[in-house]
């Protein structure tokens, strides 16, 4: 437990100190330095009617690379609209040549060619009118403020940016196909701003935001190392949230309470059965009320950033430690109720401990790389090999609490024929098989059914990942307390009685058969009559 806490309290410590650093929001602001990537996903969000998106480039240079060598079609931004993440788009047919090379074949795809020779950006798309936002560009002479702030605050101020985007039409260069409008050039650095307001339903969906550099393509030419500073603002009417994570704050208070319902329940389950009351089942009522702080905590975080567009920073530091806190409980009580600890055996094999040395760390380091995530804008470097780490941990964690489980329904195999009792260990052997069953079935649907889930449901319908995540958790609380739960007649509690028993029994037949054994003695040396000395022993 010494080195649980010392985990706990170095993952804290490393939280507070990255939130030092990092700032994560709604409001996202990305800086890249020299980097060399051919595709940076900037940013993912759903967008209803009237919501907008504002996107100010304050700079980009092109690093050891010759400006008059990057041609239109080598740098460049995508805003591409799909239904939900499940549908393929125009981006899913890239690999081995460029998309900004291409002419657009989707009614669904702008593309943002940034043209140094001319110092223009030159619009791409083949969508009818009407089925994709017009993309309005803005010039640093019209204001020093983005509209998208004044939309964000009250009607009236809505009215006064709807001149101002009439006003910033003006820019705008008529050709015969592509329009164009000015690329602002400061020294070596390049800049331009725009934004869209999705005016109808149809222009409703989930849209992504893309950074492409070609020229990194071509293996016979130097690496092209780009400089990025760009700020992205989204909101929609009245939320800063996307579309599938606006009900979010509702559905984590609802679950939150569920969760304190279900803990409260299991107090109640002890104080009534206190007598075959163990440990474990102490740790396990700490599980629901850790869950459910988590859950509240994080319908804060999402308050302040549906309202404000960024979280205050300490409910955030606070929902990050409880969840910590909640995962590392979760997956240390499954763990022990699979190896029996303070049901069968009081003391863990050293087998067990091993298991546990694994498991703490590995999911304080997912929690941490979770937290991470949530914390780092999605085009930055470094949030890739979180995921992966994220992925690859949390699989590893998942397995390794399997172990302890399968290495009990071994046990219980070997000893129902060994040992005298085979009712009680078949008894046994079957609650951990639907233990184990129970813990894949749980694994199973939080990794991959829900994942699934939330990839092929339209993107308004996104919270019902969530939705069923927190449902499959409580599920699984509840079995797992109904099957362990305190009772004279569980099956999983019968070892721990009836052995306690006979190794009562086995010390009194041992302690008479030694004082008979010291009467024997005693007859051997006395000069009495033996029948009668062993009458008395």
Partial sequence: MASYKSYICAAALVLLSYFDIVCHARLHHLVLKDDIRQKVHLNTFGFYKNGYMVVNLNSLMINEVDITDVDSSTLGFILDKTNSNGFASYLDDDSGFCVLKKTPSSDAVVLLLLDFYKNEVTIKTSAEKGLFPQIIPMLRDDSDTVPGEKLGKDDGDKEENKESVEVSKEPLLATNKEPTYPLEKRGDSYSFRFYFNVTTEDQQGLYNFYFYNCYSRNALTDVLKFSLDINIEEKNPNSFLSAGEIPLPKLYIFMSMLFFIIGTLWVHVLHTRSADVYKIHWLMAALPFTKSLSLVFHAIDYYYISNQGFPIEGWAVVYYITHLLKGALLFITIALIGTGWAFVKHILSDKDKKIFMIVIPLQVLANVAYIIIESTEEGSSEYGLWMEILFLVDLLCCGAILFPVVWSIRHLQEASATDGKAAINLAQLKLFRHYYVMIVCYIYFTRIIAILIKIIVPFQWKWLYQLLDELATLT????????????????????????????????VITTSNAVGEGLKKVKKLSNGPSEEMESVA
């Fill in 476 to 507: 699984f609380f509840f079995l797992t307390g109904h099957k362990f739960r305190p009772a004279s007649y569980n099956p999983y509690l019968l070892l721990s009685v009836e052995d306690e028993e006979d190794l009562e029994m086995d010390d």
